[in-house]
């Protein structure tokens, strides 16, 4: 299926092929961006409409911006590898590592992106839960659900 659309920019025709080549362009490691400053592309507007109104195309983009992740984790460990050991040179690889894994960790935070722990403590690293309820709990333990509503509702009722 094959229809005409006219932006402000370059008259574009959606087809088969062309989004084949948009989506070839991006796994070779390029930007939707970048691939469409080339003359023989449609105006990012019109690729971003396409995305949106399509969803095989969608799919497609998808599959090729994560092909795209793999090659950008690559090319760090090519990176590294290859470093000639020249001050300049180790800056210069330094330098294209730290880009490459913070714009991974934006494409794919839960893949790439930095773990983080998060622990609560009261003041001065207290326990949170007062004394006072801890035999509602028998110690501190991971409760399912229906547990912690059960024992919300007993607090709530007064019961032990």
Same mark, same amino acid.
């Given at each position: 299926? @094959?229809?005409?659309?006219?932006?402000?920019?370059?008259?574009?025709?959606?087809?088969?092929?062309?989004?084949?080549?948009?989506?070839?362009?991006?796994?070779?490691?390029?930007?939707?961006?970048?691939?469409?400053?080339?003359?023989?592309?449609?105006?990012?507007?019109?690729?971003?409409?396409?995305?949106?109104?399509?969803?095989e195309f969608s799919e497609q983009y998808r599959e090729a911006t994560t092909i795209r992740e793999d090659l950008y984790f690559?090319?760090?460990?090519?990176?590294?590898?290859?470093?000639?050991?020249?001050?300049?040179? @180790?800056?210069?690889?330094?330098?294209? @590592?730290?880009?490459?894994?913070?714009?991974?960790?934006?494409?794919?935070?839960?893949?790439? =992106?930095? /773990?983080?722990?998060?622990?609560?403590?009261? /003041?001065? =690293?207290?326990?949170?839960?007062?004394? =006072?309820?801890?035999?509602?709990?028998?110690?501190? /333990?991971?409760?399912?659900?229906?547990?912690?509503?059960?024992?919300?509702?007993?607090? @709530?009722?007064?019961?032990?």
């Amino acid at each position: 299926m @094959i229809q005409k659309l006219l932006t402000g920019g370059r008259p574009t025709l959606y087809s088969e092929n062309l989004i084949d080549e948009i989506c070839s362009r991006i796994a070779q490691g390029r930007s939707l961006r970048n691939v469409c400053l080339d003359d023989d592309m449609p105006a990012m507007s019109s690729v971003m409409k396409w995305l949106d109104e399509n969803k095989e195309f969608s799919e497609q983009y998808r599959e090729a911006t994560t092909i795209r992740e793999d090659l950008y984790f690559d090319e760090v460990l090519c990176i590294a590898d290859s470093v000639k050991a020249e001050p300049a040179e @180790i800056a210069k690889a330094r330098l294209q @590592i730290d880009s490459r894994k913070w714009v991974l960790s934006r494409m794919n935070p839960k893949k790439y =992106g930095d /773990k983080q722990s998060v622990e609560l403590a009261g /003041k001065n =690293g207290n326990n949170l839960i007062p004394s =006072g309820l801890g035999h509602f709990y028998g110690g501190i /333990k991971q409760v399912s659900d229906e547990e912690a509503a059960r024992v919300y509702i007993d607090m @709530i009722n007064g019961n032990k």
